[in-house]
């Protein structure tokens, strides 16, 4: 069964540190996400992206945040400078260009910012 | 205002028996499809079942089923015959049918305990 595949599964930086977190979507997928989640909170949206572009971002995703989808496999997302506040379950998921289909998520990235 | 709300931040269940997760949500596009994510504590999220607004009949999969009243706008998840692997939070999402991006709008979950 396809799936997506998110590394590293947890990654611990110093504040102020550049991350990035990698993704491998579903290869037949058009539409790439990122969510985030603080610990025990719910799921929020950061950013879609569709046809080599954002096609919406929401107000978390500020000009610390990048998204990149280098080489038509990997969907990659990078915190520039990494805040305390950054810290989260950090999600990536794919789905088709149907409104009807799910969202498949990978495992996630568990962000730990000290 | 909240487009997703789940008013139970946490249910217990007896095994076996069946439980109502409530979810209700907001939105003026005719257009729209509801899901609900099982997450277990390992954070993974599992799809479990989707709701189209078009569709007639409730949506089912296996011991999930979906309560669909559209009128009053909720999408309540049933599942039957509790297991103790279902332990898990549980999360009510919603698509929008205008939102080209087809992002899911997550409300806050409930917590479900599975007691033997």
């Known amino acids: 069964e396809p799936e997506v595949t998110q590394t590293p599964s947890h990654q611990v930086t110093q504040m102020g540190q550049e991350v990035i977190l990698r993704c491998v979507p579903i290869s037949n997928h058009l539409y790439f996400y990122w969510y985030r989640q603080i610990l025990g909170q719910k799921v929020e949206f950061l950013v879609s992206?569709?046809?080599?572009?954002?096609?919406?971002k929401s107000e978390i995703f500020d000009d610390q945040f990048s998204v990149e989808r280098p080489d038509g496999s990997n969907f990659t997302l990078k915190i520039r400078s990494t805040k305390l506040e950054d810290s989260a379950m950090y999600f990536c998921?794919?789905?088709?260009?149907?409104?009807?289909?799910?969202?498949?998520f990978g495992q996630g990235t568990r962000l730990t910012v000290v | 205002a909240q487009k997703i709300t789940q008013t139970q931040p946490g249910m217990f269940v007896q095994e076996k028996e069946a439980v109502t997760l409530d979810c209700t949500y907001d939105?003026?596009?005719?257009?729209?499809?509801l899901f609900w994510y099982k997450q277990p504590s390992s954070g993974e999220m599992i799809f479990l079942i989707y709701q189209g607004s078009y569709d007639q009949q409730n949506a089912t999969e296996g011991r999930y089923s979906l309560n669909f009243q559209k009128a009053r706008k909720s999408a309540n998840l049933v599942i039957s015959a509790s297991q103790l692997g279902d332990s898990a939070m549980y999360f009510c999402?919603?698509?929008?049918?205008?939102?080209?991006?087809?992002?899911?709008?997550f409300g806050s979950g409930t917590r479900l305990l599975v007691r033997p």
């Open positions: 939105t003026s596009d005719p257009s729209y499809g």
């Open positions: 998921a794919s789905s088709s260009d149907m409104l009807n289909t799910e969202a498949f």
């Open positions: 992206f569709y046809n080599n572009e954002i096609s919406e």
């Open positions: 999402a919603m698509r929008e049918g205008k939102d080209s991006s087809y992002k899911l709008i």
